[in-house]
Each structure stands twice: as C-alpha cells, then as structure tokens.
C-alpha cells in the first residue's frame, strides 16, 4: 500500500485493482477474442445465414400479395373482388369514416354516398384526389381540404374505393 498524496487539496491514493477485479478484466477480453475468432471463422451461423433465414420466416409468415396491375384507362383494377372490398371497408372504417362520416354520408369532409362529387366521380380523379390530398388551392364549396393520404399505398385506397363503388354507383370506373 502506497502513501497518499495530495493534489490541490485532495488526497490521492494509487492502489492497484484488486487482483480478482484484473483476472475478471482480463478473462472478459479474451473470452470476446475467441468469440469473435470463432463466430466469424468457424461457425456456422454467419451473418448472411441469419439474415436470409430472416427473410424466408417473414416470407412465410406474410406473403407476398400480387403486384397491383394499373389499368389503362385509370379504373380501380379491384372492383368486384370481394376480399379487396371487405378490406376496403375495414380501412375506410379505420381512417376515412371520421371525416366522411361511417356509411360515407358525410361529416366534416363531403358526402361519399350521394350522386355530387366535388372533384371528379371517375376511379382516376377519387384516387388521385386521395392520394394527392386536397389543398388549400383546390377547396371548393367552402369545404376543407384533405390530407393526402399517399402513405397508405395504392392497395388500401384502391381496396376503400371498390367498397366505395359498392356503396355509391355514380363512382364510375372511367369517363
């Protein structure tokens, strides 16, 4: 055991690390040596393996649907699939039915259901409305604008705007 010294008023004293306390130390680093040697070297989980084992899991578990077909003449290429329209719903349910009221009878945004569109009645213009959003500089009506809602993908609003063309037969595939 040293003698304290004093620096600026505080005493120091340069003890050694307990013995046990150095031989913990020095173990950990070799034992992470080694692992890494034989991680990278001599396993067999490297890893590319893992994450292409990632990848075949979550494949499995959520596959890929079919890619979304566009149509020509801009018509919602889900009208009448069944499946897209029960999702639709549920989306339209989820999001749109706060503003567009829960039938889409309107509430704070217009009325879906009746046979007056503001911006257009075809599959092209609601979608592009949709996704596009409406701004300031598109309000008719005194109406407010909408958000865009670009984020939900094209599957989702194409699904609402099926189930919206269930509900409202002005909704026309194209002009």
Not at 74 to 84: E, L, T
Request: proline share 6%; net charge negative; hydrophobic share 40%.
């Amino acid at each position: 055991m040293k003698e304290p010294k004093e620096v600026d008023g505080i005493y120091q004293a340069d003890n050694p690390m307990p013995t046990w306390w150095q031989l913990v130390w020095l173990i950990s680093i070799i034992f992470s040596i080694g692992y890494v040697v034989y991680f990278h070297w001599y396993s067999e989980w490297p890893q590319n393996v893992a994450y292409e084992n990632e990848v075949k899991e979550h494949e499995l578990k959520f596959p890929a649907k079919t890619k979304l077909v566009a149509v020509a003449d801009g018509s919602n290429p889900y009208r009448g699939d069944a499946v897209a329209i029960k999702e639709g719903e549920a989306t339209y349910k989820q999001i749109c039915a706060a503003c567009h009221g829960p039938t889409g009878e309107g509430a704070v945004g217009p009325s879906l259901v009746d046979k007056d569109w503001i911006h257009g009645n075809t599959d092209k213009e609601v979608f592009e409305n949709v996704m596009g959003g409406i701004g300031p500089e598109r309000q008719k009506l005194n109406r407010g604008g909408m958000p865009a809602w670009n984020g939900l993908g094209a599957e989702k609003v194409y699904a609402v705007l099926a189930w919206l063309a269930t509900k409202n037969e002005t909704l026309v595939k194209a002009k």
